[in-house]
């Protein structure tokens, strides 16, 4: 694949864009950059922007989009670790995470997230650590179901375990078999692919996904200024509890006993909330892009 050829549809764009403020003078760090489609926006807003991603194919490819920009610096990193990637620039004035991987590491084979296409089983957003081939190898089997189990929210979490810890696949298609071997005909799903959850599941644990988002949740406080504000557009469930979870205890949580009629603790946060809800694509967004149904902007400012 070229890097002309990645293609990726941003997601909430106008949304988490207009809620981050971009603006001269600003300092924006995009934590993960993909085809740069929030990064261009935040640019075009007047705002100087940090890329980071884990990817270096993906750096590439925004950089082609917008290298051209004097504002736009790309950085290659983990966003967990942005206190050492950004460490020159903090703190800043915006942190954006839009978590997932995008649609050209989806689509590639080579690098083995698709159930559809033969590919090497390797799961990997970046180049370090072990491939969901290795994981599997080196995973016993009880832990093996409780990753499928809880990040693929998978019902046929043991067996499926039990057979792929027998059949250690080390291509894509070969886990989707051994997968569907596992879960009895009448059992698979209608709407998605048996594989399906199996393989969001690995490739969670394959990137260390929700322990980098706790990471990075955690380093809010040192890494915005005071006005600064924060944006995590997550696709799944046990993600966005976490950002939700996450932004209240930032915010002070009132820790009055229940059944007070009016607060008397007083508790106040350095953050405030700003999306009391969750925001949610559009109905014309969802349409053009089925991506964006499962999508969550969760946004906080840090006020003081
Ligand atoms: C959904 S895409 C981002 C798309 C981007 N917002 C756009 O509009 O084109 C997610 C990107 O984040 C990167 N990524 C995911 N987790 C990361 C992490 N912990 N640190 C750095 N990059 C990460 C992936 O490699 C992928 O390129």
């Given at each position: ?6 293609q990726h549809?941003t ?10 403020r971009p ?7 995009d934590?993960t ?7 261009e926006?935040?640019l075009?807003?007047g705002a ?9 194919v ?9 290298g051209?920009?004097?504002?736009f610096?790309?950085?290659?990193g ?7 990637v950004a460490?020159?620039?903090?703190p ?7 978590l ?8 590639v ?6 159930f ?8 990997r ?11 599997i190898?080196?995973?016993d089997?009880?832990?093996l179901?409780?990753?499928l189990?809880?990040?693929g929210e998978?019902?046929?979490?043991r067996?499926?375990?039990?057979e792929?810890k ?10 989707a078999?051994?997968v569907?071997r ?24 394959v990137?260390?996904e929700l322990e980098?988002?706790?990471t990075l ?6 890494l915005?200024?005071v ?10 469930s046990?993600?966005d509890?976490r ?14 006993p229940p ?14 909330v ?6 949610a694509?559009?109905?014309e ?13 969760r ?6």
């Open positions: 694949m070229g890097d002309l050829d990645f549809q997601v909430l764009l106008r949304e988490a864009v207009e809620l981050l603006g001269a003078g600003k300092v924006i760090i934590g950059l993909g085809g740069g489609g929030h990064t926006a935040l075009a807003g100087s922007v940090v890329g980071v991603d884990r990817d270096p993906a750096l590439a490819a925004a950089t082609a989009r917008v051209g920009n004097p504002r610096q790309p950085r290659q983990n966003f967990a670790d942005l206190s050492r460490a020159d620039l903090l800043v004035d915006g942190v954006l995470v839009d997932g991987v995008s649609s050209p590491q989806l689509d084979a080579e690098r083995g997230f698709s559809n296409k033969d590919g090497p089983l390797d799961m957003m970046g180049p370090d650590g072990p491939t969901a081939a290795e994981l190898a080196t995973t089997e009880a832990e179901a409780r990753i189990k809880e990040y998978e019902p046929f979490a067996p499926i375990a039990r792929l027998r059949a250690l696949p080390t291509r894509t298609l070969e886990a078999e051994v569907k596992a879960v009895p005909r009448k059992a698979w799903p209608t709407r998605i692919h048996v594989a399906t959850r199996t393989f969001q599941a690995l490739r969670m644990a990137n260390a980098s988002l706790d949740l955690a380093a809010l406080p040192a915005l200024k006005g600064g504000r924060a944006a995590v557009i997550s696709f799944h046990l993600e509890r950002v939700k979870d996450a932004f209240r205890a930032l915010a002070g949580q009132c820790t009055c059944g007070l009629p009016v607060c008397v603790c007083k508790s106040v946060g350095d953050f405030q700003l999306t009391k809800k969750a925001v694509a559009s109905e967004e969802v349409e053009a892009n089925p991506r964006s149904r499962s999508a969550h902007l946004v906080v400012e840090k006020v003081r």
